[in-house]
């Protein structure tokens, strides 16, 4: 592909770059509800441990590797790292927030910096190895299966103040997903691994969707949020 070219028509059908582009565009919406609700709340509702690994992941396939779908997605990419700088620093200041244990809390600055040096090198070498698609699939969706399934720890874990918690944030994360999971089922239906990737990834939104709308109709009502509010029990 000419490193110029703005989308690669060369190898992607113009339907499957929108698939591509619109899931992307809605991943920037979440991170943008994600900044709203920091500036409201002072609360990062992204997992820390998926914030590191994120910011970590946009980093390489940024500024060290290029998506091979054009540039115009390479500049989208770095936008979510730019994004995703905000809510990093942001996680610096109220992530400690998320930690139950106060020993781990003191801890909490150190520890993300680490996570963060510690992705990017894992990353790199990932992706250098030749384990990843040419657009950072693999890489991006194991990133996503530990944040959708944090997602659902940290929401039970508050489940008692969810106005940290945005809805606008947990449906444009599952939408922006699910589109790229469908770009990627019709690109590589064979590849097994990243198809489980995908409906895993799904499970797990669909699971947060409907444990957050549970949540707040409990707390509407007035009733004490359960734990077991995903099966309906008390």
């Known amino acids: 592909m000419d490193s110029s070219a703005w989308l690669n028509t060369a190898k992607y059908s113009p339907s499957m770059l929108l698939l591509y582009g619109v899931g992307c565009a809605l991943w920037a919406v979440a991170y943008m509800g994600t900044l709203a609700k920091i500036r409201s709340c002072r609360y990062v509702e992204i997992p820390a441990a998926a914030v590191v690994a994120n910011v970590a992941w946009e980093f390489v396939w940024s500024f060290i590797y290029h998506p091979d779908v054009g540039r115009l997605f390479a500049w989208g990419y770095g936008?979510?790292?730019?994004?995703?700088?905000?809510?990093?620093?942001?996680?610096?200041?109220?992530?400690?927030?998320?930690?139950?244990?106060?020993?781990?809390?003191?801890?909490?600055?150190?520890?993300?910096?680490?996570?963060?040096?510690?992705?990017?090198?894992?990353?790199?070498?990932?992706?250098?190895?030749?384990?990843?698609?040419?657009?950072?699939?693999?890489?991006?969706?194991?990133?996503?299966?530990?944040?959708?399934?944090?997602?659902?720890?940290?929401?039970?874990?508050?489940?008692?103040?969810?106005?940290?918690?945005?809805?606008?944030?947990?449906?444009?994360?599952?939408?922006?997903?699910?589109?790229?999971?469908?770009?990627?089922?019709?690109?590589?239906p064979e590849n097994g691994f990243l198809m489980t990737l995908c409906a895993v990834t799904f499970l797990l939104d669909v699971t947060y969707i409907v444990t957050y709308h549970r949540l707040t109709a409990r707390q509407r009502a007035g009733a004490p949020a359960a734990v077991g509010v995903v099966t309906g029990q008390a």
């Open 79 to 188: 936008l979510w790292f730019f994004l995703d700088v905000f809510i990093t620093y942001s996680l610096f200041k109220y992530g400690p927030k998320q930690i139950v244990n106060p020993t781990l809390r003191r801890w909490f600055a150190p520890a993300a910096a680490f996570g963060i040096a510690a992705w990017a090198v894992m990353l790199y070498f990932f992706v250098k190895g030749g384990y990843d698609t040419p657009f950072g699939g693999i890489s991006g969706y194991i990133l996503n299966v530990m944040m959708s399934a944090l997602y659902i720890v940290l929401i039970v874990q508050e489940r008692n103040d969810l106005g940290n918690f945005s809805a606008l944030v947990g449906w444009s994360k599952m939408l922006g997903t699910g589109l790229l999971s469908v770009f990627n089922a019709i690109l590589t």
